[in-house]
């Protein structure tokens, strides 16, 4: 999942992108041509969270149309769908996962993980977990990221489950208890997902706490380390604005235009604020 893509400070890069890549005409500037939302989405951001395989599933063809129209650097990750982590309780479902996996195949090398969001009510059961993991272990060696909600994940026995089957425990805000608002597991992947705060996925972050979480993006970088920070915030059209925010923060630049099977474009720009 990592590669060597180094910026302009010499440190490994920081993932920054939205759920999902919808772009209101109000935030149009910040984002490039494209012959679609997601090749224009592209332009701005190197990577994108999808939520609605939660819902529903979608065709291997979706995938790879979507793969085909951004860059080779891009990297998806895609939510579990809820008939495995809701419905299913994270129990049986092997049928569901080779089905959502063989879809899912058709990103190909832009595949970037695996989410694995769970409902506030699933209590940690060390039987039940461990089966699941190891199945899901057993299927695919893609990162996996796993945003559990209720407090009995956050025990401190449950630690030595994220590096048992190297998953990354989601940093998520609002956070229900204290310790979620950090992540958990030594592997390659970090990620944050934030979902707006004090209104659930509709409020603007302030500047100043996007000053915090870009400094706990930096200092998680590292070598074999890469933070990803998943905006959430969409429903009134803040996660564009945080995001591209959070970009200048930390000192990422946007990818620029991208013309798939064309000769390259001239990279360009990126906007101030």
Request: proline content about 7%.
């Amino acid at each position: 999942m990592t590669d060597e893509r180094h910026d302009v400070q010499g440190r490994p890069p920081i993932r920054i992108g939205c759920a999902g890549w919808s772009i209101g005409s109000a935030h149009a500037e910040l984002v490039g041509e494209g012959e679609s939302m997601l090749a224009r989405y592209a332009t701005r951001f190197d990577a994108v969270e999808i939520n609605s395989s939660f819902y529903r599933p979608h065709q291997p063809k979706t995938y790879e149309r979507w793969a085909a129209s951004v860059p080779d650097d891009f990297r998806f990750s895609v939510k579990l769908p809820r008939t495995i982590t809701h419905d299913a309780r994270l129990v049986g479902g092997e049928d569901l996962l080779a089905r959502f996996l063989g879809e899912t195949a058709g990103l190909g090398q832009k595949l970037g993980g695996i989410l694995v969001q769970l409902p506030p009510s699933l209590a940690f059961d060390a039987a039940v977990v461990d089966a699941f993991f190891e199945k899901l272990r057993a299927l695919t060696d893609v990162p996996l990221a796993c945003e559990p909600r209720h407090r009995s994940w956050f025990e401190a026995s449950v630690s030595a489950l994220w590096a048992r089957y190297d998953i990354a425990r989601v940093a998520a805000d609002p956070a229900r208890v204290p310790d979620a608002r950090h992540v958990a597991g030594q592997g390659a992947w970090h990620y944050w997902r934030w979902h707006g705060s004090p209104r659930i996925y509709f409020s603007a972050y302030e500047d100043a706490e996007l000053q915090l979480l870009a400094q706990e993006l930096i200092d998680h970088a590292a070598p074999g380390r890469e933070p990803w920070c998943i905006l959430d915030n969409t429903a009134a059209g803040h996660a564009v604005t945080d995001a591209a925010k959070l970009q200048a923060l930390c000192g990422v630049e946007p990818p620029g235009q991208f013309v798939p099977q064309r000769a390259a474009a001239p990279v360009q720009q990126a906007l101030g604020f």
